[in-house]
């Protein structure tokens, strides 16, 4: 290989046949003389504009228009030399770092010699070594290209807001199981809202036994097995219900929060007493209709129970959680979606409320396709004062337009998989910590499974990787019409 | 042998049986003059080697019949085959010139084109060698004496041309001698007397043909030959494509002596008309017949035939096919490449046009 061309952080490398390198490749530019080298990453690989070879293809091609046939004797066997030639390739590389003193800097404002440069290929666990990607706590992601493994430190999650993005069915889900049992196996508290019901079987193996997160894993099925009486919440909890999800207005608000009051000093707070409070409310007719209908809401959701047995006590799950680590699942499927954000307001509240009084050190929230449950104002919240609570959150979405733009400048690290359509790289690139050019590139060409990991637990050297298989019961399949008819 | 007629699909050039002594030679000689340049450093060079015509001294008197000879195209099945060579010098070494060498026969049969390449060869040549190289290919097979042109020490910078002529009068003779009831085409003049193409060498080639029933044209691009001042490629009568014009009074001064008959060829109705040299043994009937076959059977969009213009294009050496060799001599010879400054864009900067205008 030879160091063609530099323009601001691109390198254009020749590359000849014998020297295969493709999109996601380290390559390692040594100027000795410098005693420094530049560390590139491969973007593109492009045919080399040879001279030539547009005659060389043209002249096989007489008037007539077929392909003219013949023989070559070519004794001296320069055959071989012209394929050769004919076949360079230019490798588009992003640099990613400056390698000095066997320390990494993200400069690349130096120019290597062009002709004494030497180039070589850098391997995955090379590069890891390199730039420190090492760590007490390990998470294998999956195995790279040169069929080394990936590693990263689960620390590099701590604190951060990540997002796991990608087509259907490509794997962001095992990814975010991936992520989600290794940090329950480092004593993490994790939160799952689980739209499709495809996180329950975390504790289970693909052979149906449990396996060794089986008591970490805590599912909580909205008007099942997950019930909250009014007694256990907070008129702010319960406020945030009404005004978020429900969208009670400022007046109603301000009714309900008198009758709230009442209630608690009457000892009377549970469902049967406040819908007769409501009934019985001797206030403007457009207020207690209002108040009626949220009520209504809140009874028909069969989240709200006035059985103190039946109230699930979610503090416990998350103190059990918090000693031994833990996921908490809270599956959403099969509820309607002013429940479902009723039931993400509560669990939020909840979060928040332990968070701030200590009760949990931190916890990490994995939300997947969060805009159908989330509410706007949520959005900054979680990645900013959420965050200094003690939230990490992880968004898990098929459409990256669903996430803010506020919430990908923000984000530390991206586990990005393959994407065909344009726009949707377009929104992922506009990402702090990733070029846009490296998006567009590699994303575009990942198969099914391989992920390129952007951000902080890759010390912002993008890696492809194909992520690695899990035994635990699949549950994310979609239903088939046709699976079993033939 | 070549047959007409045959239904073989594959043009079976060179046959075992054909004496191949000169590209063995060829290889022998490229091995081991590139033997001698071997850790040597060498400045490479683009520059392509033109095959010079051979300055046309001749008589003022040619005169152009103004009566054209209609031709109708015989479609009866015709081989028709034509031969080129090329040469590019690769680069320069302290002590000579590397240069590369190809031929290529191309030829019409079953409507289809095909095609045969010789080479390229590559060779070192030097003050030193430049007369073993010579003399060795051209004793390889062109052994009978063809007077003193083999003594005659070619200056190095001419050694290309001469090479490549050499191969490409071999490729002429191999398909002279094989090629039956077909039409030959030449790249150039029959001119003879030269010192790379003896009196002797080309009258054996034109006779192998005729004893092959083959008729040998010989197209040239460029003349330098005019009638009352004009040149004679544009003395063309208003008259319906295709037709040939014929001349009279062509003559060249002491040693050249030309082996043909100099017709204009206007092919087609584009407002290109080419020299065109038939062997002067040839009967009158049989010549007309062959140029009909060649229209009848090849194409001529530009009033070229399409199988000489492939012949060129073959052989010609690109820019991709220039670098591969480069490669080759670097991996195979060990040579090192070396960029010596260039005069001329030193001293004279963006007013420098290079050693070719020099």
């Not at chain 1, 457009?286 to 039946?310: P, W």
Request: charged share 20%; glycine share 6%.
């Amino acid at each position: 290989m030879r160091l063609y061309k530099k323009e601001g952080n691109i390198l254009q490398i020749i590359s000849f046949p014998i020297e295969s390198a493709e999109k996601g490749d380290y390559l390692l530019v040594e100027d000795q003389d410098a005693a420094k080298a530049l560390i590139a990453q491969v973007i593109d690989v492009q045919f080399a504009a040879v001279p030539g070879v547009l005659e060389e293809l043209l002249r096989t091609l007489p008037d007539g228009g077929e392909p003219l046939q013949g023989e070559d004797i070519d004794p001296m066997e320069i055959a071989p030399h012209i394929t050769y030639i004919q076949d360079a390739s230019l490798l588009i590389c992003k640099i990613r770092a400056t390698l000095e003193n066997e320390m990494l800097s993200p400069s690349s404002s130096w120019l290597p010699s062009r002709s004494q440069s030497t180039i070589k290929k850098l391997s995955i666990p090379m590069l890891l070594k390199l730039a420190k990607v090492e760590g007490k706590l390990p998470i294998i992601l999956g195995g790279t290209k040169d069929s080394s493994l990936l590693t990263i430190d689960a620390s590099a999650l701590d604190g951060t807001l990540n997002i796991i993005t990608g087509k259907k069915g490509c794997g962001k889900s095992h990814l975010s199981k991936l992520l989600m049992v290794n940090l329950v196996g480092y004593r993490a508290t994790v939160v799952i809202f689980d739209l499709n019901g495809e996180y329950t079987s975390l504790g289970i193996s693909n052979d149906g036994k449990k396996n060794m997160y089986y008591d970490k894993i805590h599912t909580l099925t909205p008007g099942q097995n997950f019930k909250v009486a009014l007694e256990q919440l907070h008129l702010n909890t319960v406020m945030g219900i009404l005004v978020n999800a429900l969208h009670l207005p400022g007046t109603s608000a301000r009714e309900f929060r008198r009758i709230w009051k009442m209630l608690k000093e009457e000892r009377k707070l549970n469902m049967q007493e406040l819908g007769e409070a409501i009934r019985n409310l001797n206030c403007n007719q457009h207020v207690r209709d209002a108040l009626a209908s949220r009520f209504h809401s809140l009874a028909n959701s069969g989240f709200f129970t006035d059985s103190s047995g039946e109230a699930t006590l979610l503090d416990e799950i998350i103190l059990k959680a918090k000693d031994q680590g833990g996921a908490i699942v809270i599956n959403l499927k099969n509820t309607s979606n002013i429940d479902r954000q009723i039931v993400v307001e509560y669990a939020l509240g909840k979060l928040v409320d332990s968070l701030s009084n200590w009760k949990l050190k931190a916890v990490f929230l994995f939300a997947e396709e969060a805009h159908l449950y989330l509410r706007e104002t949520y959005w900054d919240d979680i990645v900013t004062r959420m965050r200094h609570f003690g939230i990490f959150t992880t968004f898990i979405t098929n459409q990256p337009d669903t996430i803010q733009e506020t919430i990908y400048r923000q984000a530390d690290n991206i586990f990005l998989f393959n994407f065909t359509n344009e726009h949707d790289l377009d929104v992922v690139s506009r990402a702090a910590r990733v070029d846009a050019e490296t998006v567009r590139s590699i994303a575009h060409d990942l198969p099914p499974h391989h992920c390129l990991t952007l951000g902080k637990v890759v010390s912002d050297l993008p890696i492809v990787a194909r992520v690695k298989a899990l035994n635990i019961k699949t549950m994310g399949e979609t239903r088939l019409f046709f699976k079993d008819t033939s | 042998m070549i047959e007409q007629y045959t239904i073989t699909e594959k043009y079976n050039f060179p046959q075992p049986t054909i004496d191949t002594t000169l590209p063995h030679r060829f290889l022998e000689q490229s091995l081991n003059s590139l033997k001698q340049v071997q850790h040597q450093p060498f400045q490479l060079n683009q520059q392509n080697f033109q095959q010079l015509n051979t300055n046309e001294q001749y008589s003022s008197s040619i005169q152009l019949k103004p009566e054209p000879i209609a031709l109708k195209p015989d479609l009866q099945e015709t081989l028709i085959a034509a031969v080129d060579s090329s040469t590019i010098k690769i680069g320069e070494t302290s002590t000579g010139i590397i240069i590369a060498v190809r031929g290529a026969i191309t030829w019409r049969q079953n409507r289809a084109y095909k095609y045969t390449r010789l080479g390229p060869f590559i060779f070192h040549i030097t003050e030193d060698n430049k007369n073993t190289v010579y003399s060795t290919l051209e004793h390889a097979y062109f052994s009978t004496s063809y007077g003193d042109s083999h003594q005659a020490a070619p200056n190095i910078m001419q050694m290309p041309n001469r090479l490549a002529c050499l191969l490409e009068r071999w490729l002429q003779t191999m398909l002279a001698k094989t090629l039956n009831h077909g039409v030959i085409l030449f790249d150039g003049s029959l001119i003879s007397g030269t010192i790379d193409t003896p009196v002797q060498r080309l009258k054996d080639i034109l006779s192998y043909a005729r004893r092959n029933n083959s008729t040998v044209l010989a197209f040239s691009k460029a003349t330098t030959l005019r009638a009352n001042g004009i040149l004679i490629t544009e003395h063309l009568p208003n008259h319906e494509p295709p037709y040939l014009l014929e001349t009279t009074g062509v003559r060249f001064k002491s040693p050249l002596i030309l082996l043909g008959d100099v017709y204009v060829a206007r092919l087609n109705k584009s407002n290109l008309a080419f020299r065109l040299d038939i062997d002067k043994e040839t009967l009158i009937e049989q010549r007309m017949a062959a140029l009909k076959k060649l229209i009848g059977n090849d194409l001529y969009t530009q009033s070229y035939p399409e199988t000489l213009r492939l012949s060129h294009i073959l052989c010609t050496f690109t820019a991709n096919e220039v670098l591969a060799i480069k490669h080759f001599i670097t991996r195979k010879h060990h040579i090192q490449m070396i960029n010596r400054p260039d005069m001329h864009r030193l001293l004279f900067g963006p007013f420098s046009k290079g050693e070719i205008y020099a």
